[in-house]
Structure formats: C-alpha cells, structure tokens
C-alpha cells in the first residue's frame, strides 16, 4: 500500500503561484510514475500532469501546458506541482496519484492509478 498527502492548496489571485507537494509513504514510491487530477465542481475529474519514476519525462494537460510543471524528489518521497500564470479557471481540488504498475509510460487515464490522496483545494480569484 501507498499513502498519499497532498499540501499546498489555497486561494491565490489570477496569475499568481502556487506549489503542490504530495508526500507518499509505504512502498517502494521511487518506482512509481506519478501524476496529478483535478476535480471542479459539477464537472468530472481532468488529466493534469504525468511524470514517469525517474521524472525526465512528463507530459501535460493543454490547458496547464507552459504553466505547470511536476517534478519529484525520490530521496524525500514526494512530488510536486509547480503551478503559474494561475487562472479561476484552474480552481478545483487537486489529486496525487501513483502508478504502480507502469513507471515508464505515460498514461493520462485516471484508471491506470492505483493509489490517490485524498487532495487539495486551489482556488484561483479574478
């Protein structure tokens, strides 16, 4: 088993920052390609980021793409999302997530993480 934590959420104003940090706990978390959702209110949960068990390849969203960026520290157990140029139409509540089963793809669909924390509320204002 995994256990994730995300942190970092809050409230920022349009075309501010902010950093996410999910903290794993468990298994082996530097095998695992890890990734990112995001849920809004009234709408389904969205494919933000992927970054395989080493982190050199990532892939994005189009809608974060140039404004977000992931990366992990596996010495830490954690990753992280980097977050700028934030819009109100990025508020949502975030998800970590671990694959366990595919470090070195990039998969972007939420059925290919076994493991999800339990996320972070970022609210962006105009």
């Known amino acids: 088993q995994v256990q994730l934590v995300e942190s970092g959420g809050g409230l920022v104003q349009a075309g501010g920052s902010l950093r996410l940090s999910c903290a794993a706990s468990g298994r082996t978390f530097s095998n695992y390609a890890m990734g990112w959702f995001r849920q809004a209110p009234g709408k389904e949960r969205e494919f933000v980021g992927r970054?395989?068990?080493?982190?050199?390849?990532?892939y994005y969203a189009d809608s974060v793409k140039g404004r977000f960026t992931n990366s992990r520290d596996n010495a830490k157990n954690t990753v992280y999302l980097q977050m700028n140029s934030l819009k109100p139409e990025d508020t949502a509540v975030y998800y970590c997530?671990?694959?366990?089963?595919?470090?070195?793809?990039?998969?972007?669909?939420?059925?290919?993480?076994?493991?999800w924390g339990q996320g972070t509320q970022v609210t962006v204002s105009s």
């Open positions: 997530a671990a694959d366990s089963k595919n470090p070195w793809e990039i998969f972007t669909a939420a059925s290919a993480f076994d493991y």
């Open positions: 970054q395989t068990w080493t982190g050199r390849t990532t």
